[in-house]
Each structure stands twice: as C-alpha cells, then as structure tokens.
C-alpha cells in the first residue's frame, strides 16, 4: 500500500467534516484495503466510520425498514425486523460472498461502491428505497447512474438506507463460483400499484426490467415472466458468461424468484 493516515472519527459531525476535506471513508473494507493493496486506489487519508453510533442499527419506522449504513451482512442476515418484514432482504445478505466478508462487509459500502455484480443495489432499486446522506434523500431511481458510480456527491456520505416494505418479494442470484458475487441476479419486489424486477451482474450496472416489471405487474406468476423475451442489449459477455447466455438466466432467474415470492 501507498502510505495514508488514519481518523476514528466517533460522530457523524466528524466524519462528515473529514470526508468532505478529501478523506477516504472506510466501512468494512472488503472492497477498499484490496484496492489500495492492489495500488488501484491510494487515499492520503482514511475515515473508519466503525465508531460512528449514527450510522449503526436497524429500525421499523411506519411501513420502512430503515438499516444504518455500517450494518454488517450478517447483521441484516439474523436480524428478527428483516427477517419478518423483508425475509427477502435477509436472505440476501446471508448469501453474500463468505462468511469473512459477512461479517465486515457494510451495506453502506456495497451501496456507495455499486459492484455492477453486486447484490444490494438490486435490493434498493427493486424495494424502490431512499438512500439517506446528512443533508438529502436520494431516491433509488436516481441513485445508481452506471456501475462504480453514484448519485453521492465528493465527500457525502450515506447514513442509512429506508426500504418500504413490499407485500411479496424475493432474491435470487446465480453465484459466481469462486466470489460469490452474482453473475445474474434477479430481485423482484410486490408492492399494491406495482411490480419492480431489478437486475445485478448483467455486466453494466444494475438495472430495472420493464418488460418483466409490466408482465408481472398484470399477472405476479412464473408463467407471466417466462413469456417475455429478455434482449441482450446492454448486456455484456465476459470470461464467465455470454451476454445471450446471461440474457437467459435473468427470465430463469425471475421466474423462480417469483416462485419463491409466491411461497
Ligand atoms: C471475496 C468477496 C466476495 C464478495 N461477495 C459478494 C457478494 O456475493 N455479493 C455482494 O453484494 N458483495 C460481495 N462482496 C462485496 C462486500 O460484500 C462489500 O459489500 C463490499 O466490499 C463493500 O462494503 P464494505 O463495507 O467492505 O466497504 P469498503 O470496502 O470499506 O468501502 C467501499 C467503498 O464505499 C465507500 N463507502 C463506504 N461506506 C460508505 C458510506 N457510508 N457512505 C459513502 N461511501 C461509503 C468507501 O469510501 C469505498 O469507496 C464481496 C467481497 C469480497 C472481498
């Protein structure tokens, strides 16, 4: 690694003022120390936001589940609220990469950082939740506009992610074999005026389906979704899998994922 200082900073007041003078925050560090070990990143200073109390906890506010940003995978895996309000958003942060990574990696990092395979950004944009900073609310819509990007600005940071509770939804991702992470991932959310499908590891961030979204919405079956044809546009080919190939898995994907959401 490149030479760096290091802040604890221990409020939100403070963590705010050191990244909003150029420093670096830290979360879990599962995807950042990698990065500045592989010289791809070399911060002057680092912000461990792991004492801010703001940023922790998991809370029921009306008909939201509100997560605090440095709320560990493992955290939201066990944790009862999830677990009986959005057993979907639990099921997917216990299928997270390794356990290792579980129990360091934050969604507020997995958020911030927008891996085009990763899993939540799925979650956020298909529960159609709000992205909390100091000062904003970002909606999900509008927060993630290509991969390794965001709609944060230099220095803001989030402070925790409000996910409305949908009447049925559901997870599925196939896993790339030596990560973890999703080389297709499907979520599909039920709410009253609507159905939401996002899409994670199709190669060029993550993405909203409307064909999928508007068959289901007129009928939430497997059936409904197996007649639609996913295009390969704006999908991408790699190593792993072909864009034809991945074009395939996201209808697989969300027919079962409707399945499951049906129970
Ligand atoms: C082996 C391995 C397997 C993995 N498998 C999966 C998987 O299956 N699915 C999946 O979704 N993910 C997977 N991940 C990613 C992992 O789960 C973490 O979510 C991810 O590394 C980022 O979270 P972090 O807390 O570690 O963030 P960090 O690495 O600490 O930070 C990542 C970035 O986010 C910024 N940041 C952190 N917190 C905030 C904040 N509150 N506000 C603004 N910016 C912030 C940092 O400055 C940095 O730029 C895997 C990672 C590894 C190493």
């Known amino acids: 690694m490149y030479a760096f200082t290091f802040e604890r900073p221990t409020s939100l007041a403070d963590a705010s003022r050191l990244a909003?003078?150029?420093?670096?925050?830290?979360?879990?560090?599962?995807?950042?120390?990698?990065?500045?070990k592989l010289r791809l990143a070399n911060p002057?200073?680092?912000?461990?936001?792991?004492?801010?109390?703001?940023?922790?906890?998991?809370?029921?506010?009306?008909?939201?589940?509100?997560?605090?940003?440095?709320t560990r995978h493992a955290d939201v895996a066990v944790h009862p609220e999830v677990r009986s309000a959005i057993p979907a958003l639990a099921h997917l942060a216990a299928n997270i990469g390794d356990r290792q990574v579980r129990a360091l990696g934050t969604i507020g990092g997995s958020v911030a950082n927008n891996d085009p395979a990763a899993?939540?950004?799925?979650?956020?944009?298909?529960?159609?939740?709000?992205?909390?900073?100091?000062?904003?609310?970002?909606?999900?819509?509008?927060?993630?506009?290509?991969?390794?990007?965001?709609a944060l600005n230099e220095g803001e940071l989030i402070t925790s992610?409000?996910?409305?509770?949908?009447?049925?939804?559901?997870?599925?991702?196939?896993?790339?074999?030596?990560?973890?992470?999703?080389?297709?991932?499907?979520?599909?959310?039920?709410f009253d005026d609507g159905v939401r499908v996002a899409v994670t590891?199709?190669?060029?961030?993550?993405?909203?389906?409307?064909?999928?979204?508007?068959?289901l919405t007129r009928s939430f079956t497997p059936e409904a979704a197996a007649g639609v044809k996913?295009?390969?546009?704006?999908?991408?080919?790699?190593?792993?899998?072909?864009?034809?190939?991945?074009?395939?898995?996201?209808?697989?994907?969300?027919?079962?994922?409707?399945a499951k959401a049906l129970g």
């Open 20 to 36: 909003a003078a150029g420093g670096k925050l830290l979360a879990g560090g599962q995807t950042l120390l990698a990065s500045m």
């Open 44 to 70: 002057e200073q680092l912000v461990d936001i792991t004492a801010v109390r703001e940023l922790a906890g998991i809370r029921r506010e009306g008909q939201s589940l509100v997560i605090g940003a440095m």
């Open 119 to 150: 899993c939540y950004p799925s979650a956020v944009l298909a529960l159609k939740a709000t992205v909390n900073t100091p000062t904003r609310k970002i909606a999900a819509d509008d927060f993630f506009p290509a991969m390794f990007t965001t």
């Open 161 to 190: 992610i409000a996910f409305p509770i949908p009447k049925r939804a559901a997870y599925i991702k196939f896993k790339q074999q030596a990560s973890r992470f999703a080389l297709v991932g499907v979520f599909v959310a039920q």
């Open 201 to 215: 590891g199709g190669g060029n961030g993550v993405f909203r389906h409307q064909g999928l979204e508007q068959a």
């Open 230 to 258: 996913v295009s390969t546009d704006n999908l991408s080919g790699d190593l792993h899998a072909s864009a034809e190939y991945r074009a395939n898995l996201i209808g697989v994907l969300t027919q079962r994922a409707v």
